[in-house]
């Protein structure tokens, strides 16, 4: 699906209330196939301590819809008050929910469904000029299509940790013709301007526009690949502690982590579990489902580094014609199914090399899409930063504990991701979609 574009100046309210129902309904449609796939005992236990129970992933998109659409938006009475704190994802850790009072499957699909139809109702007459930050060019409305987004992307994330029979399926990307072009690009240094203060949807971490100064430095023109980590694995990589930071090695070595997540080797052959299948590994596809721990060691034994924040941005944004950043490495045009891997409309990474319509200025392919990117830095708010709507969704989790993610996953919509947009994780997590590609400093 193709949203209207608001990435052109100007304010067109009739072009954003028409994404805006898009997107809602797009992200509507991905979680009921999410839900509708399993029967109700698979969406009411608990597949990882890690994840909460797919049905509370159902009821809290209904609840949050309703906390913002029909409430702080439209002034409604509460339809379920004593239901708030169950799904509260701050008041009850993912490991503890299972055992909550939750809304059965049934009752769960109800209660999104009558919040959906209330509002849609608010969004048909809302004023898209104020008269609150909210209501500005419809942001609650795109806030709530991308929480729901990110849960699909969760519920997701469930799918590929439970055991059960596969689920899911969708068709494979096409094949990508031999990439013959370097395997590293120079980004020259200068400035540019990082975040956004234009963007209608942004959320409050992605704020605001700031200049950024980036000494040179040259990046992978694509994600590193499971073959090129095999090498790193059969070059001993998980038995040698130079190569990791010292709260790395001593979480590999305490959990016996020797490959990444899904990834076993029987008969000679390395194996991945992947949404229920079982599969050779595909040397040319993305690694996926590493930790943050797991990319940097393998980029200190190739004698590179994992690129800053701020270089995957200017990488993914500037455009050296004009000086001008970009809302995504090919333009200001929203994403196009030749663009890049999202979606969900595959399964799986494309093999690397693939998308060339999607590629940057400088030549880098499949910085939007495919698998999150770890970079090296921590998730810090950026100059000027002012929370908004609430402290939950960034500022708690400001801080060296957690490493930013960047570019979006196969399992990742459209209107969640775009060359602004900031995920971050614990170094620790694998079971994310999560990739990589290394850097270098220098021009030479």
Same mark, same amino acid.
């Given at each position: 699906?193709?949203?209207?574009?608001?990435?052109?100046?100007?304010?067109? &309210?009739?072009?954003?209330?028409?994404?805006?129902?898009?997107?809602?309904?797009?992200?509507?449609?991905?979680?009921?196939?999410?839900?509708?796939?399993?029967?109700?005992?698979?969406?009411?236990?608990?597949?990882?301590?890690?994840?909460?129970?797919?049905?509370?992933?159902?009821?809290?998109?209904? $609840? /949050?819809?309703?906390?913002?659409?029909?409430?702080?938006?439209?002034?409604?009475?509460?339809?379920?008050?004593?239901?708030?704190?169950?799904?509260?994802?701050?008041?009850?850790?993912?490991?503890?929910?299972?055992?909550?009072?939750?809304?059965?499957?049934?009752?769960?699909?109800?209660?999104?469904?009558?919040?959906?139809?209330?509002?849609?109702?608010?969004?048909?007459?809302?004023?898209?000029?104020?008269?609150?930050?909210?209501?500005?060019?419809?942001?609650?409305?795109?806030?709530?299509? /991308?929480?729901? /987004?990110?849960?699909?992307?969760?519920?997701?994330?469930?799918?590929?940790?439970?055991?059960?029979?596969?689920?899911?399926?969708?068709?494979?990307?096409?094949?990508?013709?031999?990439?013959?072009?370097?395997?590293?690009?120079?980004?020259?240094?200068?400035?540019?301007?990082?975040?956004?203060?234009?963007?209608?949807?942004?959320?409050? $971490?992605?704020?605001?526009?700031?200049?950024?100064?980036?000494?040179?430095?040259?990046?992978?023109?694509?994600?590193?690949? $499971?073959?090129?980590?095999?090498?790193?694995?059969?070059? &001993?990589?998980?038995?040698?502690?130079?190569?990791?930071?010292?709260? &790395?090695? @001593?979480?590999?070595?305490?959990?016996?982590?020797?490959?990444?997540?899904?990834?076993?080797?029987?008969?000679?052959?390395?194996?991945?579990?992947?949404?229920?299948?079982?599969?050779?590994?595909?040397?040319?596809?993305?690694?996926?489902?590493?930790?943050?721990?797991?990319?940097?060691?393998?980029?200190?034994?190739?004698?590179?580094?994992?690129? @800053?924040?701020?270089?995957?941005?200017?990488?993914?944004?500037?455009?050296?014609?004009?000086?001008?950043?970009?809302?995504?490495?090919?333009?200001?045009?929203?994403?196009?199914?030749?663009?890049?891997?999202?979606?969900?409309?595959?399964?799986?990474?494309?093999?690397?090399?693939?998308?060339?319509?999607?590629?940057?200025?400088?030549?880098?392919?499949?910085?939007?899409?495919?698998?999150?990117?770890?970079?090296?830095?921590?998730?810090?708010?950026?100059? &000027?930063?002012?929370?908004?709507?609430?402290?939950?969704?960034?500022?708690?989790?400001?801080?060296?504990?957690?490493?930013?993610?960047?570019?979006?996953?196969?399992?990742?919509?459209?209107?969640?991701?775009?060359?602004?947009?900031?995920?971050?994780?614990?170094?620790?997590?694998? /079971?994310?979609?999560?990739?990589?590609?290394?850097?270098?400093?220098?021009?030479?």
């Amino acid at each position: 699906m193709t949203h209207a574009s608001t990435g052109a100046p100007g304010f067109d &309210g009739e072009a954003l209330r028409a994404r805006a129902l898009a997107s809602l309904l797009a992200a509507r449609d991905r979680t009921t196939l999410l839900t509708s796939c399993v029967e109700e005992p698979e969406l009411t236990a608990q597949h990882s301590p890690l994840m909460s129970p797919l049905v509370w992933d159902l009821a809290h998109i209904g $609840n /949050q819809e309703e906390l913002w659409l029909l409430r702080a938006v439209a002034g409604q009475d509460a339809l379920r008050p004593e239901i708030d704190s169950l799904y509260d994802a701050f008041e009850h850790p993912r490991s503890e929910r299972p055992t909550l009072p939750l809304l059965a499957p049934g009752e769960a699909r109800r209660y999104a469904a009558e919040v959906r139809g209330r509002a849609l109702d608010v969004l048909e007459s809302a004023a898209f000029r104020g008269p609150t930050r909210l209501t500005e060019a419809g942001f609650a409305f795109g806030m709530i299509a /991308q929480h729901e /987004q990110q849960h699909d992307e969760t519920m997701l994330i469930t799918h590929q940790l439970r055991t059960g029979p596969q689920a899911l399926t969708a068709p494979d990307p096409a094949p990508a013709p031999l990439l013959t072009g370097p395997a590293e690009v120079l980004i020259p240094g200068g400035p540019f301007t990082m975040g956004t203060s234009t963007e209608p949807w942004a959320l409050d $971490n992605e704020r605001p526009a700031h200049r950024r100064d980036v000494p040179p430095f040259h990046l992978d023109t694509t994600p590193v690949t $499971n073959g090129a980590y095999l090498r790193f694995i059969e070059d &001993g990589g998980y038995d040698e502690p130079r190569w990791w930071a010292p709260e &790395g090695w @001593t979480h590999i070595r305490r959990h016996g982590i020797h490959a990444p997540q899904f990834w076993r080797r029987d008969a000679g052959q390395w194996l991945r579990r992947r949404f229920g299948a079982v599969e050779p590994v595909p040397p040319d596809e993305p690694v996926l489902h590493v930790s943050w721990y797991e990319a940097d060691a393998y980029a200190r034994w190739a004698g590179r580094r994992l690129p @800053t924040e701020a270089e995957w941005e200017k990488a993914a944004r500037f455009d050296p014609a004009t000086g001008a950043s970009r809302r995504y490495p090919w333009g200001d045009a929203d994403p196009a199914p030749g663009h890049a891997n999202l979606g969900q409309r595959h399964l799986r990474p494309a093999p690397a090399g693939s998308y060339p319509a999607g590629e940057s200025p400088f030549g880098v392919r499949q910085l939007i899409g495919d698998v999150w990117e770890w970079t090296s830095s921590d998730f810090l708010p950026y100059p &000027g930063f002012t929370a908004f709507p609430y402290k939950e969704y960034s500022e708690v989790f400001f801080g060296p504990g957690y490493k930013v993610l960047r570019g979006g996953s196969f399992a990742v919509d459209e209107v969640a991701c775009r060359g602004t947009f900031r995920n971050w994780d614990l170094p620790v997590r694998r /079971q994310i979609f999560s990739g990589f590609r290394t850097a270098r400093s220098g021009a030479v």
